[in-house]
């Protein structure tokens, strides 16, 4: 389940410097988050499928991941053309109708959420976490924070099947999920079992750490390499960021 | 409990950015590297058991237990949780980089207020271990959704009654969250009392 199918691959998305796509990612972001009007995620929208495509992503996974993202845009269609003020567009039933307004602030909302979607699923999920959590330090993050960042990740696996582990002993011995006081006890003590070998394994690993003289840095094997095509492709995500935001801002001063 | 992408307003983004950032550097310096590698595999494990489905009547919701983390992790409840929807934004796409803010503060610092307003109650015994430690599920659930729906309300009053649903949505999950906290810590008092007093915000 917790797997980085993405990260893999020979695409050229994937062969991009890690701190460069990090940078791209965050950038036309921002940009599609911030926008007021629907031309700005448009344009993102449309460089993150195509950087979609040619990450050459499984199609399966990425419909998966898309129906998911947008289970929360669906419900937000289901109250705001209701609950926006406006002229209605539908005709009211007990009162309720459909307004322009909020039919626009919903599309402009999809709109948003998919660029972004877009632009995170081709850009951040190509980079394999041990090299996001390099990037991260590369842009300024707090060494501690890379640090909590990669061994979090490093172990997210491993107490995952301790849980499946601990969750199919409970199967074997006959529990069967219900809302009751047994079966919530039960939750608690997995839950809890959980924690405590997670905080026993870590004292373990810090031991062994230690007496591999860890003094709170590591020495990286892989250091970054940006070549020319790199820089192409930051300055190319760049260029249509600052397009989405140029865009954005000519229709904001249009409106004030 | 996500707010996804491309919904909120810019004030509130930076609001969420500025809190969150504040939030994780204060845990960063409680945290000193001997305690690091605990917080980092606590992290993991809490990020696991907010995987489990537990059923609550006839639907089955996913665990939080903020409250159970800032009750283990104290101010480290911050990074964590940052960290936790950093790798949800990567592993599954659910939510982006520019709400990490806000969903940080959101989850995070009820959390902490919990374990700041309950912790002397969780390090106690018997029955007021219990009751703090219910306090501490029940509320972190419930002001992360209010913290969430007033994340809503601020970015337009179109989003007044979404935030209404979402906050009744999750009242529910409060109940079983605080039932769940109360019964996890007092596992832990038994087995690892250790891991409630190294909570401590002085930790």
Known sequence: ????????????????????????????????????????PLVILAAGLVMTGLARLPLGLVARRF?????????????????????????AFHGIAATREGVALATLITLKANAVFFCVLSLLATIPAPALGGALRAVGVPDKFAFLFLFTYRYLHVIHEEYGRLATAARLRGFAPATSLHAYRTYAALVAMVLVRAYDR???????????????????????RAGRGDLAFLLAALAVAVAGGALDLTFWRGHV | MHISEGVLSGPVLACGWALAAGGVALGLRRV?????????????????????????????????????????????????????????AMLFQFGGLVVLGVNTVDMALPAVVCALVFGPLLRAGGKARLVGAFCCGFLAVLGAGLLTALALALSGEAFLTTAKLILLAHVPIMCAEGVLTAMVVGFLAKVRPEMLASSGLAG
């Open chain 2, 32 to 88: 000193d590297y001997d305690r690091l590698m605990t917080v980092a595999i606590l992290s993991a494990a809490f990020f696991v058991a907010s995987l489990v489905h537990v059923p609550i009547g006839p639907v089955s919701v996913h665990l939080i237990l903020n409250g159970l983390l800032g009750a283990v992790l104290g101010l480290a409840a911050f990074p964590a949780v940052c960290i936790a929807l950093l790798l949800q």
């Open chain 1, 67 to 91: 129906t998911a993202v947008n289970a929360f845009v669906a419900f937000l269609w289901l109250v705001l053309p209701f609950t926006t003020p406006g002229t209605p567009v539908t005709a």
């Open chain 1, 202 to 224: 870590s004292q373990r690993v810090y031991q062994a750490m230690l007496l591999r003289g860890f003094s709170g840095r590591f020495a990286s094997l892989d250091g970054f």
């Open chain 1, 1 to 40: 389940m917790i797997d980085e199918p993405l990260s893999r691959g020979p695409s050229p998305v994937h062969r991009r410097d890690p701190r460069f796509r990090l940078v791209a990612c965050l950038a036309l972001s921002l940009v599609a988050a911030l926008a007021v009007n629907s031309g700005t």
